[in-house]
């Protein structure tokens, strides 16, 4: 296809927004080297030229007129542009001064996952080395964190792919559990159409008839939390219908019997019960799912975003165990990953108790290890700290007093969002990086405009495992500049400039190969130049002439013993149930025309048209016992907090649940509602369900 425009180049890279990373060029004006536009790249392996609308608008954002463009210092509760120089110098001054009053884990940094490798690297090194704090976590624990905990249980490594996409069209049966991929993956969906031409069977499992359990053979729309009861009832019925892979059990599974005691009492009778769906359904899809020879189980937030978010990914992927389907040509297990580096991101050291490679820090031989990558003592790494929203308890008991927000807009994204603005009034001082003023951002001290993707180059990893190369289009726009090259003068002016010594991405990557190697997490053998020759390469990939891992756990998984785990995992309700007072369960989600907090979605017109405030989705039924009409106004309230929302009816929703999506702020924001109850293993918050009243309001 001729994608060239007269008097434009294009440059090759990927979309910014979710773990799908399609691929596209830049179109760039000769001329005045602007940005005009984009085009799907064909001839990228995985989404092979198709692009969602949030991805045909994403350069929009580029030169966006809302693009912060010197950096802001709020004075007297108004920002003032000022120079970088004053910024910095203000940064220096009462991080210095915080940290020699209250010691260094007054400080505190909120990564993100929607940048390259690269940066993800470089803000646990800034975090541990230039601040020298414990309190480290990132917005991955709002969005991957209980599938990582499920696969690091259950396989013993977190990739969240087992096997590469382009196979999925060979496969026979998807079981998807907790994603509206349709709306939230877009292109993925023509992978399964391909492969539903040749007679693969789908098996959905969600609250809501979304887009995607619109085309599903089986559509089994369970009560929000209780996924682990319709996960134990399908592993029942392949146990006792006989579908299970005793060989490949025997040989690579630990725990099978404790598991197999475990689902006894999950009867179809007794699993109908607890999640609400027909037996019947539940007995078809144990069936369809049971007799295919290529399955592919795949979740995403559904089913992570709860307090069992860990026992829930163990028991969906346990179904593959028994089937014997990992390690498999077209068969395994895989998420969803919502954000663009989701995989990448969490690999590389953001998280309290990681260092980059997947290390853990409580492990003094990966202490010691990373601690000479970076040229600094054993002595001075700082300890573990706490999980994402446990930094918010921190701040309000007075322990952190000052957090540097990269990349991330939690005043949005966490749950229970008035305790986290409360929080964030209650610090000394906050530093944003950021291209638009998020809501994160208003409470800042001081904004410090960074650059967009098309900015700056770096890699990143899709939803695949697959390591890609993110191209720089322009110039950085304004006076922003990258995360990487703030944190450089930011450890420079803390006295730690030796160890950021960096002038390029290049530069971060080649000591990042280095962090990696030997590590869960291995990136050593992975060269910008291989990923351009090899459209990508997939970790783990432990040496330049070792050929990447598209398939993992062919022969072996990474347990001490090199079987994967079977966890047996007892039945548990949500933390919060209806009760009188709030009688309904809310759950949460996404909605095809908004990325995670609507930050950039919300500022593209087009985008904003199709969707331009959250809403309370519900079954006409619901609506009638309470007498409310579509497009009316509502009270929607739980024990947190309430809002108001429109009502949109419709029967593609149970009918005793509502459901809002979350990608709006302050009056908007559905986070004020969600519960911050978290998964004791992932520490990720319950967004996917908690008890809710609703009120109709006198309408005017
Ligand atoms: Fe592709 Fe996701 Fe971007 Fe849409 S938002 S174009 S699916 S990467």
Redesign the pocket.
Known sequence: KNLKHEGEKLITTH?S??G???GMHIRVSEKTGKIKGVEPRYDWPV?LGK??P??VT?YQQIDHPDRIKRPLIKKKGRFVESSWEEALSLIEKKFTELQDKHGKDSLSVFGGVSMTNEKCYLVGKYARVALGTRFLDYNGRFCMSSAAGGFMKTFGMDRGSTLPWTELEHSDCFLIAGSNTAEC???SIQMFWKARDKGAKMIVVDPRETPTARIADVHLDLLPGTDSALANGLLHLLIKEDFVDKEYVENRCNNFEELKASVEPFTPEYTSQLTGVDKNKIIKAARIYGSSPRSVVMFARGVEQQSKGVDNVTLYTSLALLRGQIGKFASGVATFTGQ?NGQGGREHGQKSDLLPGYRKITDPEAVKYISGVWGIDPEEMPKAGVSAFEMFDEIHKGTIRAMHVVCSNPAVSAPDAEYVWEAFKKLDFLVVNDFFLSETAEFADVVLPTTTWAEDEGTTTNLEGRVIRIRKSIEPLHESKTDWQIFKEIAARLGKGKHFDYSSPREIFEEFRLATKGGKADYSGITYERIDKEDGVFWPCPSEDHPGTPTVFKETFATPNGKANLPAVSWQEPDETPSEEFPIRLTTGRVVFH?LSGNQTRRIDFLMEQCPVPFAEMHPELASRYNMQDGEKIRVTTPRSTMELEVRLTKATRNDIIFVPYHWGKELAVNKLTNAALDPTSRMPEFKVCAARIEKLEQK
């Open positions: 979309c927004y979710c799908m990373q399609c989404t692009l969602c949030k991805g994403a993956h877009p292109t663009g990325y």
